[in-house]
T-cell receptor, first 118, second 111 residues
Framework: GAVVSQHPSWVICKSGTSVKIECRSL??????MFWYRQFPKQSLMLMAT?????????EQGVEKDKFLINHASLTLSTLTVTSAHPEDSSFYIC??????????????FGSGTQLSVL | SQQGEEDPQALSIQEGENATMNCSYK?????LQWYRQNSGRGLVHLIL?????REKHSGRLRVTLDTSKKSSSLLITASRAADTASYFC???????????FGKGTLLTVNP
C-alpha cells in the first residue's frame, strides 16, 4: 500500500524559532497533499491544500505567512511554522492523495508531528 | 465548520462485543470514508462508501449510508483490544477530494 513518511515525529523548540516538517510519499506520486492540525482529543482541522508546482490554498483563518507550505516535487511537501509561539504547539499531520484515478479518493496519512513550543 | 459529527463521542465495550458508531453530515457528498487513529499517530483509511451505495463490508467492518438522513454507521463486529482507537468519518463533497472530518469516536475495547 501507499506509504507517507512524516518527519520529525516530535520537535521541541524555543519561542521565536522556525520549525520545518517534511511529508514524503515513498512509493507513489502525490499531486495533492494536505496539512492538518489536531488538538488533543479533537478532530483534524484542515490547514491548507498544496498542489505540486503551485501555491498552497489555505483554509479560512490560517495565516499563510505563519505556516509556509512548499510542494516542490511530486513526493515532497514541507510545512514551516515560522516564529513559533506556545499557541502553535499542536499535532500536525500531513496526508497525500495518489495521482492515479483508481486510488485517489482515499488519503494516506503521515504519522504526525508533535510540536511543542517553549 | 465540521461536516461530520460522530456519536457517541466515547464508547467502552468488552472484547468480543460489537461496536457501532454513527456519523451525521450536513451537505451532499460524493463519498463518505471512515478512518482510524491510534493515539498520537496518523490516520489509517478503513473503508469508503459512495453516495450511491447503501452498505459495504470489509472483514469485520460494516458501513451503511443513508443519504436521505445524511447519516452513516460503522459497525465493528467481534471487537478486539487492538481495535481500541479513535474512529473518524470524513466526507468528500468537492472536486479536490478535500475531506472534512468529524469529531471522532474514541473506542475502548477492554480485554
Amino acid at each position: 500500500g501507499a506509504v507517507v513518511s512524516q518527519h520529525p515525529s516530535w520537535v521541541i523548540c524555543k519561542s521565536g524559532t522556525s520549525v520545518k516538517i517534511e511529508c514524503r510519499s515513498l512509493d507513489f506520486q502525490a499531486t495533492t497533499m494536505f496539512w492538518y492540525r489536531q488538538f488533543p482529543k479533537q478532530s483534524l482541522m484542515l490547514m491548507a491544500t498544496s498542489n505540486e508546482g503551485s501555491k498552497a490554498t489555505y483554509e479560512q483563518g490560517v495565516e499563510k505567512d505563519k505556516f509556509l507550505i512548499n510542494h516542490a516535487s511530486l513526493t515532497l511537501s514541507t510545512l514551516t511554522v515560522t516564529s513559533a509561539h506556545p499557541e502553535d504547539s499542536s499535532f500536525y499531520i500531513c496526508s497525500a492523495r495518489p495521482g492515479d484515478f483508481a486510488t485517489n479518493e482515499k488519503l494516506f496519512f503521515g504519522s504526525g508531528t508533535q510540536l511543542s513550543v517553549l | 465548520s465540521q461536516q461530520g459529527e460522530e456519536d457517541p463521542q466515547a464508547l467502552s465495550i468488552q472484547e468480543g462485543e460489537n461496536a457501532t458508531m454513527n456519523c451525521s453530515y450536513k451537505t451532499s457528498i460524493n463519498n463518505l470514508q471512515w478512518y482510524r487513529q491510534n493515539s498520537g499517530r496518523g490516520l489509517v483509511h478503513l473503508i469508503l462508501i459512495r453516495s450511491n451505495e447503501r452498505e459495504k463490508h470489509s472483514g469485520r467492518l460494516r458501513v451503511t449510508l443513508d443519504t436521505s438522513k445524511k447519516s452513516s454507521s460503522l459497525l465493528i463486529t467481534a471487537s478486539r483490544a487492538a481495535d481500541t482507537a479513535s474512529y473518524f468519518c470524513a466526507t468528500d463533497g468537492g472536486s479536490n477530494y478535500k475531506l472534512t472530518f468529524g469529531k471522532g469516536t474514541l473506542l475502548t475495547v477492554n480485554p
